[in-house]
């Protein structure tokens, strides 16, 4: 593993599980708009590194990373498809510029999403061609060509996880397991699917793709396919909720800004390969998420396993 590594977003939902499992063993600077809410001792910059040209510059020339990983990005879908220019200034203009800055010796592992995907195939592979739908899934698939045509060496991964966040800006995994224990009534689409993975399982994917120098573009999802109903009934069933509240509904009637790709769902094949593990069961990840949600990040990082147990049982899609 790398000895200095710069976390951008590290006060968001990846970056903060990154910069708490990387501080063990290396020496990690975070930057982001928001204040570090781990109990690791990481140096956080708190700037906003689109208000000024040359702050992604200044601070790759201060933090002399090994390693860039890259996760700052608007991430909200309805906002970008709403301020679209926004959007690419942040998620393309910013990882352009942090691409063209960076060292030659210096690796760059962009975060990106399945949201580049046009949604019409199962278990897309990264030969797929990418359609976005939405401003936010355009936005992103500008930044991985950036990143791509800026060394051969760098790393694209494009993945869509869940977690416990800071509790700042609630994620959508938090959202529905809150409606889930207070039995609220709620909608499960059971027309878009996608293959979630739980956010410790990608800090441990990425940990063993940097270590094994991967580089070019490699899809990291869980290993089962499911429907967002699917995966909220099986968070139920784990957590012991009812969902007897939750009836099942098609996106086509949701008032959402962005209109979503139908199947986003990812092969990890690639990953799989280059890692030498397998990618996590939904269960095995829910069950993870579930055990971690009163631990602290440090405790989060300590409790991970990052090997598949044998014969857990799939969800069929
Ligand atoms: N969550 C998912 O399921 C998912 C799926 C696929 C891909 N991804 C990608 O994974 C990466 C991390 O996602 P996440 O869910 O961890 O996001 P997140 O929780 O929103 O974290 C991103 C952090 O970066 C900050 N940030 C944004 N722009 C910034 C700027 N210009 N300067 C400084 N800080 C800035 C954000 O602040 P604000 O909150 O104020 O913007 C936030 O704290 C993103 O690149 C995202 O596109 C996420």
């Given at each position: 593993?790398?000895?200095?590594i ?6 968001g ?7 708490a499992?990387?501080?063990?063993e ?5 930057v982001?708009r ?9 140096r956080l910059i ?8 040359a702050?992604a510059?200044?601070l790759?020339?201060?933090a002399a990373p090994d390693?860039?990983i890259?996760?700052a990005a ?7 498809e709403q ?8 998620n393309?203009?910013l990882?352009r510029?942090?691409?063209?800055t ?5 690796l ?12 019409e195939?199962?278990c897309?592979?990264e ?5 976005p739908?939405?401003?936010y ?6 930044g991985?060509?950036a990143?791509?045509?800026a ?11 869940y ?14 397991y ?7 009534p709620i ?7 996608f293959?979630?993975?739980?956010v410790?399982?990608?800090v441990?994917?990425?940990?063993a793709?940097?270590a094994?120098?991967?580089?070019g573009?490699v899809?990291?999802?869980?290993r ?5 109903e699917?995966?909220?009934?099986l968070?139920a ?9 939750a009836?099942s ?5 949701a ?8 199947d986003?769902s990812?092969?990890?094949a690639?990953y799989?390969?280059?890692a ?5 069961s939904?269960r ?6 579930l055990a ?14 990052p090997?598949p147990?044998a ?6 899609a």
């Open positions: 593993m790398a000895r200095r710069l976390i951008t977003g590290a006060s939902l990846l970056g903060a599980h990154l910069a499992a990387l501080s063990r290396c020496e990690v600077t975070g982001d928001h204040p570090w809410w781990g109990d690791e001792p990481i708190q700037e906003d590194l689109t208000t000024a040209p702050a510059a200044r790759i020339r201060e390693v860039v890259h996760c608007m991430t909200n879908v309805d906002a970008c301020e679209p220019a926004r959007a690419e200034a942040v393309a203009g990882t510029a942090i691409a063209h960076l060292p030659a010796s210096c760059l592992v962009y975060i990106s999403t399945d949201g580049v995907l046009s949604g195939a199962a897309s592979t030969e797929a061609v990418p359609a739908r939405t401003a899934g355009r936005s992103k698939l500008e991985e060509r990143v791509l045509s060394s051969d060496r760098h790393l694209v991964v494009r993945t869509n996880f977690g416990w966040s800071s509790g700042r800006k609630r994620t959508a995994g938090e959202w529905l809150g409606a889930l224990a207070d039995g609220q909608t499960l689409f059971h027309d878009i699917y293959t979630p993975i739980y410790m399982d990608v441990d994917a990425l940990q793709l940097i094994r120098r991967g580089r573009l899809h990291v999802g869980g089962d396919r499911v429907s967002k699917q995966f909220g009934r968070m069933e784990l957590g012991g909720f009812s969902a007897a509240q009836r509904g098609s996106v086509e009637q008032p959402l800004a962005a209109s979503r790709p139908k986003t990812l092969s990890s690639r799989e390969q280059a030498g593990r397998a990618a996590p939904c095995d990840g829910l069950l993870r998420f971690d949600q009163t631990r602290p990040l440090s405790r989060r990082v300590l409790a991970g396993d090997q147990r014969g857990a049982p799939t969800v069929q």
